[in-house]
């Protein structure tokens, strides 16, 4: 799907939702539906046109990014050029977008508009992948399983925990990654039972466990895998919690195609790790999809409930965290198909030691 498709199905929902506009604020839904890629603009679309506002630094490079797309360079705020481009009617604004004091001032500017909010609408076009999108997601994650590797074939090499993740993270723009898609998680020993821990300064201990959670950025996509090293000799809790672990997320996997609902697929996993007494131990949902963001929709956990579609991208990552012992977490990148999903990660989720 190109940009004037998605533009022509985002006029098709605004049709059925009954809205004569839409004022997109989020940045990430103003780049798919427009290409423009910037820190300050906002895009109205209508059944039939776009109109993206931007300010002056964006001149000459938004006219180039953009498609099928009418810019406006307005003043710093944006605000003072709406009323011109915004029709009168029903006005959708992005609730999960926009702030009190925004929605104020958008209120101030359309005072002929009824404004209505809305919730992921540009999101829900956004859910399942186009070819293009899918390409760049697997660019993303070869980078990112090839800095990986690197680490896993090298080890930490006397590195903290700080400087591993900075590591990971210049290999990966070494290999042409725009960044890292988040902020690299690495995490030794008891550190390691919080599931978003920050890297410390400090040195990764011998015999324990190591999580490593890392992505990287390509054309503006985003991966994300998760593995557990471990670094000698492991204490019993451990071996075990990892090997429940293991057993979970290859059975997620495994039970990973379109037609699942997402809470059913959390089950499989939640199931393994609860009947091996660990269930208290797993207390974040079991995926989430990746795209432009590095979580976006569909949510795989027990809240909710939304059906695998082909084309869904999704983390498969169940965890668990043992406090003051520490953590494990086993993350795959996962296309979703017809009949099963294909696992876009590549490097093995086998227990495997590292050298500190
Ligand atoms: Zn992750
Ligand atoms: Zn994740």
Same mark, same amino acid.
């Given at each position: ?93 992005? /609730? ?10 958008? %209120? ?22 186009? =070819? ?26 006397? +590195? ?29 020993? %008891? ?8 890297? +410390?300064? =400090? ?18 996509? /985003?991966?994300? #895998?998760? +593995? ?14 990892? /090997?429940? #672990?293991?057993?979970?997320? $290859?059975?997620?996997?495994?039970? #990973? ?39 976006? $929709?569909?949510?795989? +956990? ?20 043992? =406090? ?6 086993? =993350? ?8 099963? #999903? ?15």
């Amino acid at each position: 799907m190109s940009i004037p498709a998605r533009q022509a199905r985002i006029g098709e929902v605004l049709r059925e939702e009954g809205l004569d506009a839409l004022v997109v604020t989020d940045l990430v839904n103003i780049r798919y539906l427009s290409g423009f890629v910037g820190s300050n603009g906002v895009l109205v679309v209508t059944p039939a046109s776009r109109v993206l506002l931007t300010d002056s630094r964006y001149t000459a490079a938004a006219r180039t990014m953009v498609e099928d797309t009418e810019v406006v360079i307005a003043g710093r705020d944006l605000m003072d050029r709406l009323a011109e481009v915004v029709p009168q009617g029903r006005v959708g604004i992005e /609730a999960e977008h926009v702030t009190v004091a925004r929605r104020d001032r958008f %209120a101030g500017r359309l005072s002929g508009a009824e404004l209505v909010p809305t919730a992921g609408l540009v999101e829900g076009l956004r859910v399942v992948k186009e =070819e293009a999108e899918l390409e760049a997601i697997r660019a993303a994650t070869r980078i990112a399983d090839a800095a990986l590797s690197r680490l896993v074939e090298e080890g930490f090499a006397g +590195r903290t925990e700080a400087a591993t993740a900075w590591a990971l993270e210049g290999w990966m723009r070494e290999m042409g990654a725009e960044g890292a898609s988040f902020d690299i998680i690495v995490a030794g020993g %008891a550190h390691g039972a919080l599931p978003h821990a920050v890297p +410390r300064a =400090e040195a990764i201990p011998a015999d324990t466990l190591v999580v490593v959670d890392m992505g990287a950025r390509h054309a503006g996509y /985003a991966s994300d #895998c998760t +593995r557990t090293l471990a670094t000698g000799t492991l204490p019993a809790a451990l071996e075990e919690a990892y /090997a429940v #672990c293991l057993e979970a997320q $290859r059975a997620a996997l495994a039970a #990973c195609r379109a037609g699942v609902l997402t809470k059913d697929l959390d089950s499989v996993a939640r199931g393994i790790i609860a009947d091996a007494g660990l269930g208290d131990h797993f207390g974040h949902g079991l995926g989430h999809g990746v795209g432009l963001d590095i979580h976006e $929709r569909p949510w795989l +956990r027990q809240e909710g409930g939304e059906v695998l579609q082909t084309g869904m991208v999704v983390t498969i990552e169940p965890g668990i965290y043992l =406090e003051g012992v520490g953590g494990v977490r086993i =993350e795959d990148l996962a296309i979703v198909t017809d009949d099963g #999903c294909e696992v876009l990660t590549r490097v093995p989720t086998d227990l495997t030691t590292t050298s500190i």
